[in-house]
């Protein structure tokens, strides 16, 4: 499969914030792929409002089974969630589990007025009732099949499909 | 005493007994994790749900005010169920021993056990003896050890100073009969401190401490010189009815830490100690209470790496 260029990509998300963007918008980045593209959002739209991340290690669904991520990063929320607009930003929709756990997260820094979501890739595959407001791109990818936001030296960002693997 | 018990096949913590032996990646591994628990605790809602539904054991045999609240308000900002006993008040006043006790509550599902003991190896005792599911910290056994004061001040240090590999760090006091200083050793020697010193009395230097890596001083003003960071050791009042020192008086004008000897050490030297501070005879109050005591801010880290230590042996 061939996937469209990511710069082409990111533009398309960005046009579709733009149509919908308020002026007291902040966005807030899942780490890490989600944290690189709030990040290139943030700027491709010009906004100076504050730009958070999270980290959503503290409340995945699956630390029973695997435990605790080895990398946790700290989370930073610079900014009053209580009334906030967010602009919840992730690079992949999958299963949606991740947004579930970001949106309880935020929830523990306060009440915001609305959270929306951002995604890069919306790749199907949901096991919860969870849709993004703007996407880049739907793919319908067969579910081993995985795809993942890079970042290179320079700070250029690139999807790849990882190679399929013999079954 | 067996420390590999704390590490199990897959390299995971399972329990922690001991600095000793762990690996400096481990190390790591807990300051980072610790580092995000701080900002959870600066946040309206202190709490993450993590160890939702756990149940936590705080076996405290020995009394101790502040590390059982520091293990406590972490459990709870980890949203697990945490039940305190104070042993030695019940249980083996009735003569129960200590591993009937451990039954008992792992009968009743407790999914961690938070040990304070005055034997040395109490911790491991119980982590040998528990199911594999139950996780057991030491927190403190003896003279043996005391890991997270020794990871709370780690933290401490790595947050004041960044870099381990150009300090120079002085434990003063009673190393003899100190728990905390040997876990210090051990976690400043593995995370790669190129000089440690250790400035005691000789009546409270163990022998051959120098076999830990460590440098023995006897006089201040030679052991404070180009310090970075001054690891103040409590003063345990039995062992002024001994024959180990004179009296609190002339120990204070030995080895109490005042600002006149404090400005032996590099200027920008941080003060630690693991409290409760005896003032006036390990400490003056102007120096536990002045710009460069950090004393504070180690208790706000301990939570901190206590919660990132539970949720790392949680998730093994």
Do not use: C
């Not at chain 2, 605790?41 to 009394?63: D, H, Q, S, W, Y």
């Amino acid at each position: 499969m061939e996937l469209p260029k990511t710069h082409e990509i990111l533009e398309k998300l960005a046009a579709a914030i733009r149509a919908e963007l308020t002026e007291d918008m902040v966005i807030v980045g899942i780490h890490t792929g989600g944290a690189w593209l709030a990040r290139e959002l943030h700027r491709t739209l010009g906004l100076s409002s504050p730009l958070g991340t999270l980290d959503i290690s503290f409340y995945r669904d699956d630390f029973e089974r695997i435990g605790l991520h080895p990398e946790v990063k700290p989370s930073d929320i610079p900014f009053d969630v209580d009334g906030s607009d967010i602009l919840l930003v992730d690079d992949v929709l999958f299963t949606g589990r991740t947004v579930r756990a970001a949106i309880n997260e935020l929830f523990d820094y306060g009440r915001p007025a609305r959270v929306r979501l951002a995604v890069l890739v919306d790749r199907g595959g949901r096991e919860l009732p969870i849709e993004a407001g703007f996407t880049g791109i739907r793919l319908d990818l067969d579910e081993h099949r995985m795809i993942d936001l890079l970042r290179n030296e320079i700070g250029e960002l690139e999807l790849k499909l990882r190679p399929e693997t013999g079954v | 005493m067996q420390n590999n018990r704390q590490i199990n096949k897959s390299g995971e913590l399972q329990h922690l007994l001991t600095i000793e032996g762990l690996p400096v990646s481990m190390l790591h591994h807990i300051l980072d994790t610790a580092e995000s628990f701080v900002g959870v605790t600066e946040r309206e809602v202190k709490k993450v749900p993590l160890l939702r539904g756990k149940a936590i054991f705080n076996l405290f045999f020995e009394p101790s005010t502040r590390t059982r609240t520091t293990f406590e308000i972490a459990a709870k900002r980890l949203s697990a169920d945490v039940i305190n006993l104070n042993i030695s008040a019940s249980s083996q006043s009735k003569g129960e021993t200590l591993l009937d006790t451990v039954n008992n509550l792992s009968a009743m599902h407790a999914d961690m056990f938070i040990v304070r003991h005055a034997q040395s190896g109490a911790a491991h005792l119980i982590a040998r003896h528990v199911a594999p599911e139950i996780h057991v910290i030491n927190a403190g056994d003896g003279r043996h050890a005391h890991p997270t004061q020794a990871l709370l001040d780690m933290y401490t240090i790595r947050h004041f100073k960044r870099d381990f590999h150009e300090l120079r760090v002085a434990i003063i006091g009673d190393v003899m009969h100190s728990r905390v200083a040997r876990s210090q050793i051990h976690a400043l020697t593995t995370l790669g401190v190129p000089e440690v010193r250790v400035i005691a009395p000789k009546t409270l230097l163990p022998k051959g401490v120098e076999h830990l890596g460590v440098h023995a001083y006897h006089d201040m003003s030679k052991g404070l010189k180009d310090v970075d960071v001054l690891l103040m050791l409590r003063l345990q009042n039995e062992r002024m009815q001994g024959a180990l020192l004179p009296s609190a008086q002339e120990y204070f004008k030995y080895y109490g830490l005042t600002p006149e000897k404090l400005a032996l050490a590099r200027p920008d030297a941080i003060v630690m100690h693991p409290g409760p501070m005896n003032r006036g005879i390990e400490i003056d109050s102007s120096v536990a209470d002045g710009p460069q005591s950090v004393i504070l801010p180690q208790v706000t880290f301990g939570i901190a790496v206590r919660m990132a230590v539970m949720s790392i042996l949680a998730g093994s």
